[in-house]
């Protein structure tokens, strides 16, 4: 049985001076008015889930206006397992613990993972290729922490070289850089290769049920590499050697305009992401429902990925997405909340919800009474 969250506690975290949910059950929807503080509590999940949060604040963001540090805290157990979830937010820095020691965040990836739904998710369909290649490297961080240590060396060259470019440091000074570029950048494009043929597949998969089978989705990767009309293949992976080789050359062949433009063009960070429907870029060519679909199947796709390659299923986040999606939409989403997954839903208004559904989730009104949490 996989470890579920069972109690929540912040201290001076965003709007709350004091928050406490506890006998936390499978399905509970958080309800109440706008700016009462329903996305700050699932925040507050995801950064003691995921170790990040989707609205990307500073530390001084999350710290109550006039206090000095921000505590979080959840306890999650399952049938022999008792953790407790800790994070300390103080002077920009963020501090977490597991069973009240200090942890690296890369030891706590894959601890207790969440999938996070928000409204701004759509933007992962009708956005450009960087949201999309964070949600990849986002669900690939809390599957694998060497996946998160790649991303994050990779990020770290990644500015080192985009600042030599613009400083026109000597083409030597580059090519040694170049060096560590394709070190961890080839490294990370194998690491989305092999996620993203899975993630794909599932994703496909989803989209169809969703639309009753009506018509295809397919996601498509390509490295940077590749010709702007290339992509790797459904289900293709990549051999380490021959990326490091073909990145090596790309990135020869690109020096001169990289050093004319003053910015790295060649990398990780410009591989291409694309969901197409019957052949089209669903960014492009979808309807507003289409492009609702993909992410749906998208976040659908996550969830089942997380659990089939951690065997432990991630707590879903679900913002403020009712209103967002149709009849339709909803009933797929309801359908796969009604499983077996932990889930936390923030609205506005029940309305949204149907009567089995609410029938079976702990409703949890706010403001909190005291009676609600404790
Ligand atoms: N560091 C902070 N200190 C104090 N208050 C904060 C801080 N950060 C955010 N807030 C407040 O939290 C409130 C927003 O909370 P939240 O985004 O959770 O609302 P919500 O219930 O999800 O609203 P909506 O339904 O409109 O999305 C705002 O009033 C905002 O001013």
Redesign the pocket.
Known sequence: MSLRIKDVAFDDF??YEHFHLSGIGPLTVLV?P????????VEGIQLLTAQTSFRNPTGV?????GADFARLHATAADESRLLELGLTIEAGKRRFTLNGKQKRTADLKGVIPSVTFTPDDLNLAKGSGTTRRNALDAVGSQLSRNHYLIRRDFDKVLRHKNSLLKDEASPLLLESLNDLMVTCGAQLVCYRAALFSKLAASMASYYAEIVGNQETLSARYAPSWLAEDEWLDAGETLDRDEARERFAAALAASMVQERARRRALVGPHADRIEFFIEGRPVGVYGSQGQQRSAVLAFKLAEVTLICDLLGQQPVLLLD?VMSELDEQRRRALVKFVSGDIQTFI?T?NLAYFDEDLLAAARVVR?PLERKDGE
């Open positions: 965003r709007s109440g706008n700016a009462v503080g329903k996305t700050n509590v963001q999350l710290v109550r206006d403020d923030t506005a706010l």
